[in-house]
């Protein structure tokens, strides 16, 4: 079925360099995709969101970035901090409705 | 302010109990949902609530028995779960139900062990 994937299921950066979160999607139609950070016993939280009329959005210290030829949805963290040591989900609305589909997730570990 | 709140934070139940999970959020959002999720996994939708109104139902067990008494408040009532049924209850809300698919914002989750 249609499904939204992570290719790395951990990556660690040293603090200080830049981190990139990749995720694949298959369904063409999706049209919302979304990156959440979830912290260790904590629920998940909103980073940052695009629509496939876009290709590139930009938040504080993150930038989604979507290939929609390729289907491939990036996030990339600037200057990574000890903070930033989570789990990260990519969602997209391929389900439908008000369902989020969400891929298998990236721990991303902060090295000192 | 995009809070939603969860209590309890922790709940140890056995077999035979009735318990509830209690969700609440004062953004003015029409759409609220509950997930599982099971560790090292990513949130597995249940419920869905479009304007106080069950929605969406995932195939979820009758042992869980959702229930939106008003636009602010969901509630999850459990009865004669299993030890399987143990996870982590995410409880989630967006503004609008209709149209385009938006944001969802998440509480910090309670986190349920069946004996």
């Known amino acids: 079925g249609e499904s939204v994937g992570l290719h790395l299921p951990t990556l660690s950066v040293q603090e200080g360099d830049n981190s990139i979160i990749n995720c694949a999607y298959s369904n063409s139609a999706s049209d919302y995709f979304i990156w959440y950070k979830q912290e260790s016993g904590k629920g998940p939280q909103f980073i940052i969101d695009?629509?496939?009329?876009?290709d590139k959005r930009q938040g504080q210290r993150v930038t989604v970035l979507l290939n929609k030829t390729v289907k491939h949805l990036s996030l990339q963290i600037a200057a990574t901090q000890p903070g930033d040591s989570a789990v990260y989900f990519c969602?997209?609305?391929?389900?439908?409705?008000?369902?989020?589909?969400f891929g298998t997730g990236t721990q991303l570990k902060v090295e000192l | 302010d995009t809070e939603v709140t969860q209590t309890p934070k922790h709940l140890v139940m056995g077999m035979t109990n009735k318990k509830s999970l209690k969700c609440e959020q004062h953004?003015?959002?029409?759409?609220m949902y509950w997930y599982k999720q099971k560790a090292k996994k990513p949130p597995e939708l249940m419920f869905v609530y479009s304007y106080e109104k069950l929605s969406i139902n995932e195939s979820v067990p009758s042992r869980f028995s959702p229930e939106c008494p008003n636009s602010s408040l969901l509630n999850l009532h459990l009865h004669a779960l299993q030890p399987e049924d143990s996870a982590l209850y995410l409880c989630a809300s967006s503004q609008d139900p209709t149209g385009a698919l938006e944001t969802q914002y998440f509480g910090p989750g309670t986190r349920l062990l069946v004996l």
């Open positions: 953004m003015g959002h029409r759409a």
């Open positions: 695009i629509r496939s009329n876009m």
């Open positions: 969602a997209d609305d391929s389900g439908g409705g008000n369902k989020l589909t």
